[in-house]
């Protein structure tokens, strides 16, 4: 790997040979006296890491000591120890974080899955600006801050890179709970869906700002908020049946949180598409319609139990259809979960 204006590893002077660190005596990896299967380093991440343990053995605190983790996590991007022995440096050296943001970034740019730098990210912005001194802002001072905007723009750019980056939303949905951002996130979702209706990851964020992040245990939420997600999920199915994203959305929100709704709304919302000509081949074809069926027939058997013996029964005939012609692949488990529907 090689970052613009960083120290080129291969090729460099050895640091054995440079006399700011003849006073250093590397600490060399212990692998046993008889390794099994040591790791064939190179020489020049051998001795860069040997360099490494002997400084963070005595605890140096060095702009020489964070060169040394710039050029260890510039060869090895994933080693957490260099990225943790880095975060104590960047603090203690009073590191200028705007700097440090960009070098971030760069590497990023090269391994944006990479999970250290992610967390690394979320430190420094942390030292820029305070979660708690940003609360005491309005919500659209927080989202006008250099520090936000800056941000969310780098999160833009990497979404619009790979847009199911695990990573990214994952750090996305830190600076929005840590700085109160929600009132914006909605519509940002609503465009990735937009975007790409089939993208799980932004409908993983939606149900996240739904619940503001909270315990999906013990929130509650309001029945008007539950209706236009319902009406939300249904748009998308109709433009896409076979996708499975809006029906995994829908079913387990009811599922967790309005149960009773899956009969008494979303059940006729469906079946009205199944029966409409320009819907009834796709929807009655696809999985994700009859597995719905299951989850509703199920769930409503618990709420009226006397129908339950004719519930379970069109729960169970769901099973087969999906077992036998809809999802034939997952038949071994339409056939078992018909068993649980006793």
Known sequence: MRIEGSED?????????????????????????????????????????????AVMARGEVSQRALALTTRAIETNPGHYTAWTYRKRLVEELAVDIGGELEWVSEISEMYPKN???????????ERLLDPADALKMTEDERIAHPTIRRELQFLANAIDEE??????WSYRQWLIAKYGLWGQELAFVDTMINQDVRNNSAWNQRYFVVLQGQDPATVT??????????????????????????????????????PAKLHTELMPRISALATAED????????????????DIYEQQAKEQPERRAELLGQARS?????????????????????????
């Open 163 to 168: 847009s199911k980056n695990f990573h990214a």
């Open 318 to 342: 769901a099973c087969d259809s999906l077992a036998a012609e809809h999802d034939l692949i997952r038949g071994k488990y339409w056939r078992y979960r018909k068993t649980m529907l006793a």
């Open 9 to 53: 590893v291969e090729g460099a002077v050895p640091l054995s040979q440079q006399e700011e660190w003849a006073d250093v005596t590397p600490l060399p990896q212990d692998d046993g006296e008889n390794p099994v299967c040591p790791i064939a380093y190179t020489d020049e991440y051998r001795e860069t890491m040997d360099y490494l343990r």
């Open 115 to 125: 999970y250290q730098l992610w967390h690394h990210r979320e430190a420094l912005v």
């Open 279 to 294: 819907y009834h081949l796709a929807m009655t074809t696809t999985p994700f319609y009859w597995s719905a069926l299951v």
């Open 221 to 258: 939420l309001d029945a008007g908020l539950v209706l236009r997600e319902i009406t939300y999920a249904v748009e998308n199915i109709k433009s896409a049946p076979n996708n499975e994203s809006p029906w995994s959305y829908v079913v387990g929100l009811l599922l967790r949180h309005a």
